[in-house]
T-cell receptor, first 114, second 116 residues
C-alpha cells in the first residue's frame, strides 16, 4: 500500500486569495489524482496529475482555477486560485499503484473560504 | 446525473448484527467496483473490490455482492462492530481502470452507526 500525506490539513482563507496544497506519497505510484468533496456530496475528480506535463482536467474544472504540478512520481501540488466561498470543500490527493490497482487517498485538506 | 447512487444516507445497526449497504449504478460499462470506508478527518480507506466477472468477493467480515443485471451491489458486514462506524463509499470504474483512463466514480456515501 501507499501512504499519502497532505499539507496543510486545513486552512481558512479570504476570498480572492490562492492556496497551494501539497501531496507527498511514500512510494512511487503510477497515477496521482486530485478530488474534491463538497459538504454532503460524493468525491468528485478534479484532474489527473501527470508527471512532467499538464494535468488532465475533468469536465467543469479548468487549469486557470486549479493549476496542478507533478514534478516527480511521488509529489504533486494543487492550487485553488482566486478563491470564493463556493470553493469551501475537502480536497483529497489520491494515488494508484500498478500492482493491485488499488487507489489510496490522503487525509484531505479542509478549506474554508470566507 | 449520478452514475453511482447510494440511496441511504445513513444506517444504524446493533453490534453483532449484519450491516447491509447498498449501491446502484447506471453505466453498463462499469466493470470494477470498490468500497471505501472513511472516518472523520481521515481520507477514504480501501476496503474491498469486485470485478464484474464475479458475483461475490469475501474478505473476513466483509462480503461484496454484485448483481450485474440489476446494476446493483451491496456490502455485507458480519458481525458488525462499533469500530465499523464510518461513512462507506461505493465507487465504480470502466474497463480502462488499470490503464491510463478509467476513473473512479463515487457515490455520496452511507453513514453506518453500529451501536453497542
Amino acid at each position: 500500500s501507499a501512504v499519502i500525506s497532505q499539507k496543510p490539513s486545513r486552512d481558512i482563507c479570504q476570498r480572492g486569495t490562492s492556496l497551494t496544497i501539497q501531496c507527498q506519497v511514500d512510494s512511487q505510484v503510477t497515477m496521482m489524482f486530485w478530488y474534491r468533496q463538497q459538504p454532503g456530496q460524493s468525491l468528485t475528480l478534479i484532474a489527473t496529475a501527470n508527471q512532467g506535463s499538464e494535468a488532465t482536467y475533468e469536465s467543469g474544472f479548468v487549469i486557470d482555477k486549479f493549476p496542478i504540478s507533478r514534478p516527480n512520481l511521488t509529489f504533486s501540488t494543487l492550487t485553488v486560485s482566486n478563491m470564493s466561498p463556493e470553493d469551501s470543500s475537502i480536497y483529497l490527493c489520491s494515488g494508484r499503484t500498478g500492482v493491485y490497482n488499488e487507489q489510496f487517498f490522503g487525509p484531505g485538506t479542509r478549506l474554508t473560504v470566507l | 446525473d449520478q452514475q453511482v447512487k447510494q440511496n441511504s444516507p445513513s444506517l444504524s445497526v446493533q453490534e453483532g448484527r449484519i450491516s447491509i449497504l447498498n449501491c446502484d449504478y447506471t453505466n453498463s460499462m462499469f466493470d470494477y467496483f470498490l468500497w471505501y470506508k472513511k472516518y472523520p478527518a481521515e481520507g477514504p480507506t480501501f476496503l474491498i473490490s469486485i470485478s464484474s466477472i464475479k458475483d461475490k468477493n469475501e474478505d473476513g467480515r466483509f462480503t461484496v455482492f454484485l448483481n450485474k443485471s440489476a446494476k446493483h451491489l451491496s456490502l455485507h458486514i458480519v458481525p458488525s462492530q462499533p469500530g465499523d462506524s464510518a461513512v462507506y463509499f461505493c465507487a465504480a470504474s470502466d474497463r480502462n481502470y488499470g490503464g491510463s483512463q478509467g476513473n473512479l466514480i463515487f457515490g455520496k456515501g452511507t453513514k453506518l452507526s453500529v451501536k453497542p
